[in-house]
């Protein structure tokens, strides 16, 4: 069945499968991030240093990245759809498992292996949304689609705050959980699988010599570091460093991603009609400015000047993810996808808040995150020799619909 009768415009049935993904990215993104509401009260009760307590997020990434890497190569010859519903599921049971840690080190081995479950979604499902959907409408489709994310970063806080009176830390995770399994049940259900035949090892090879690949491995280390590797800690560095109570300290961190909502449903109006790889630059540079500020602004600016930080970073994501789609080619899509996020995940998400607790530890939360941002100023200048790619016509790879 030729591909073109499969695809959708983003209007009526489009649309509605479009927000399915959506919300599908929103509880991931919750998920993946559900810690750091809750790392001060899992601090206290374990007896942990800033420096131990943040690790989790390392773990979390290792295997994230790992699983974004290796989804990058498999996910097109097992099925997109299948993979996002394993993904899904999987995720699920580990949320289940959670609860019944008693020992701090056993939360290191459950969330690498959660971020290994949680990082075979986004390889699969950007290549299935451009599956789904016209070429005309990439753009905003997946810009709609990464909106779930900075909706998610915001209601993190709060609906952890909202559990946390009925549940506990720990049975927070169990109501994610169901949340999760029902994902799963209805990716089964919702949609056509799409496959591609490939020779991955050539494809990996190519990639592997592409400038391209390796600048946007950069790039997303330092969007990813200044956005998730900032928010894993900010709870952190409120409550030990600034002194903040942890209810304040989360209702400040959740009204800081409100401009990024702003910012995620803004873009998904005009990212079709600008130069994303240009205007990726001027985020960066601008993200690089402000998150020095907020290493250098007095405690009670802190919350103003982290607001403006994310009204800016969350512009990065939707652009360079669009960005990756034209850059690199069908065939190579999936295992790009897979690479960059991943080494984005396993240093900007990982390193980077166990960087800044050691930071905490050893001087200040405030140092850290300054000279974050002076990298982020030095290498974001990186972004002016990427190119989009020129493919010529040819027979498309074989594709099973």
């Given at each position: 069945?030729?591909?073109?009768?499969?695809?959708?415009?983003?209007?009526?049935?489009?649309?509605?499968?479009?927000?399915?993904?959506?919300?599908?990215?929103?509880?991931?993104?919750?998920?993946?991030?559900?810690?750091?509401?809750?790392?001060?009260?899992?601090?206290?009760?374990?007896?942990?240093?800033?420096?131990?307590?943040?690790?989790?997020?390392?773990?979390?990434?290792?295997?994230?990245?790992?699983?974004?890497?290796?989804?990058?190569?498999?996910?097109?010859?097992?099925?997109?759809?299948?993979?996002?519903?394993?993904?899904?599921?999987?995720?699920?049971?580990?949320?289940?498992?959670?609860?019944?840690?008693?020992?701090?080190?056993?939360?290191?081995?459950?969330?690498?292996?959660?971020?290994?479950?949680?990082?075979?979604?986004?390889?699969?499902?950007?290549?299935?949304?451009?599956?789904?959907?016209?070429?005309?409408?990439?753009?905003?489709?997946?810009?709609?689609?990464?909106?779930?994310?900075?909706?998610?970063?915001?209601?993190?806080?709060?609906?952890?705050?909202?559990?946390?009176?009925?549940?506990?830390?720990?049975?927070?995770?169990?109501?994610?959980?169901?949340?999760?399994?029902?994902?799963?049940?209805?990716?089964?259900?919702?949609?056509?699988?799409?496959?591609?035949?490939?020779?991955?090892?050539?494809?990996?090879?190519?990639?592997?010599?592409?400038?391209?690949?390796?600048?946007?491995?950069?790039?997303?280390?330092?969007?990813?570091?200044?956005?998730?590797?900032?928010?894993?800690?900010?709870?952190?560095?409120?409550?030990?460093?600034?002194?903040?109570?942890?209810?304040?300290?989360?209702?400040?961190?959740?009204?800081?991603?409100?401009?990024?909502?702003?910012?995620?449903?803004?873009?998904?109006?005009?990212?079709?009609?600008?130069?994303?790889?240009?205007?990726?630059?001027?985020v960066l540079l601008l993200t690089g400015i402000l998150t020095i500020l907020m290493g250098a602004a007095p405690a009670g600016h802190t919350g103003m000047v982290l607001f403006f930080q994310v009204v800016v970073v969350t512009a990065f994501f939707p652009l360079a993810f669009v960005a990756a789609a034209k850059i690199f080619t069908r065939d190579t899509?999936?295992?790009?996808?897979?690479?960059?996020?991943?080494?984005?995940?396993?240093?900007?998400?990982?390193?980077?808040?166990?960087?800044?607790?050691?930071?905490?530890?050893?001087?200040?939360?405030?140092?850290?995150?300054?000279?974050?941002?002076?990298?982020?100023?030095?290498?974001?200048?990186?972004?002016?020799?990427?190119?989009?790619?020129?493919?010529?016509?040819?027979?498309?790879?074989?594709?099973?619909?």
């Amino acid at each position: 069945m030729s591909t073109m009768e499969h695809r959708f415009d983003l209007k009526g049935k489009g649309l509605l499968l479009l927000l399915v993904f959506w919300f599908f990215w929103f509880t991931n993104m919750t998920v993946r991030l559900s810690f750091a509401p809750i790392l001060p009260l899992i601090e206290d009760e374990f007896l942990v240093t800033h420096a131990k307590a943040s690790s989790v997020f390392t773990f979390m990434s290792l295997g994230y990245a790992l699983s974004m890497f290796v989804s990058g190569f498999y996910a097109g010859r097992f099925g997109y759809k299948k993979s996002v519903a394993l993904s899904l599921a999987a995720t699920s049971l580990l949320l289940f498992l959670i609860p019944f840690v008693k020992a701090f080190s056993l939360l290191y081995v459950f969330n690498f292996i959660m971020g290994a479950s949680i990082g075979a979604y986004l390889p699969a499902v950007l290549p299935l949304i451009t599956e789904y959907f016209t070429e005309h409408h990439w753009a905003r489709a997946i810009a709609i689609h990464d909106s779930g994310a900075p909706v998610g970063i915001f209601c993190c806080p709060l609906i952890a705050l909202f559990l946390l009176q009925f549940f506990g830390w720990r049975g927070t995770f169990q109501v994610l959980a169901v949340v999760l399994l029902v994902n799963a049940v209805l990716c089964w259900f919702m949609g056509y699988e799409v496959k591609v035949i490939r020779s991955e090892k050539n494809a990996f090879d190519h990639l592997l010599k592409a400038r391209s690949l390796w600048i946007m491995n950069i790039l997303f280390v330092l969007g990813t570091g200044a956005n998730l590797g900032i928010f894993g800690i900010m709870p952190l560095y409120l409550t030990k460093e600034l002194s903040f109570g942890i209810g304040y300290a989360n209702h400040l961190v959740s009204l800081s991603r409100l401009g990024g909502i702003v910012t995620a449903v803004s873009v998904t109006f005009f990212v079709h009609r600008i130069d994303p790889i240009k205007a990726l630059f001027f985020v960066l540079l601008l993200t690089g400015i402000l998150t020095i500020l907020m290493g250098a602004a007095p405690a009670g600016h802190t919350g103003m000047v982290l607001f403006f930080q994310v009204v800016v970073v969350t512009a990065f994501f939707p652009l360079a993810f669009v960005a990756a789609a034209k850059i690199f080619t069908r065939d190579t899509r999936s295992l790009a996808t897979g690479v960059i996020v991943a080494f984005g995940i396993l240093f900007g998400g990982g390193a980077v808040p166990y960087l800044l607790g050691l930071s905490g530890d050893l001087v200040s939360f405030r140092l850290g995150i300054s000279i974050l941002g002076l990298l982020i100023c030095l290498l974001s200048p990186l972004t002016l020799v990427l190119k989009e790619y020129r493919q010529p016509k040819e027979p498309p790879s074989p594709i099973v619909g």
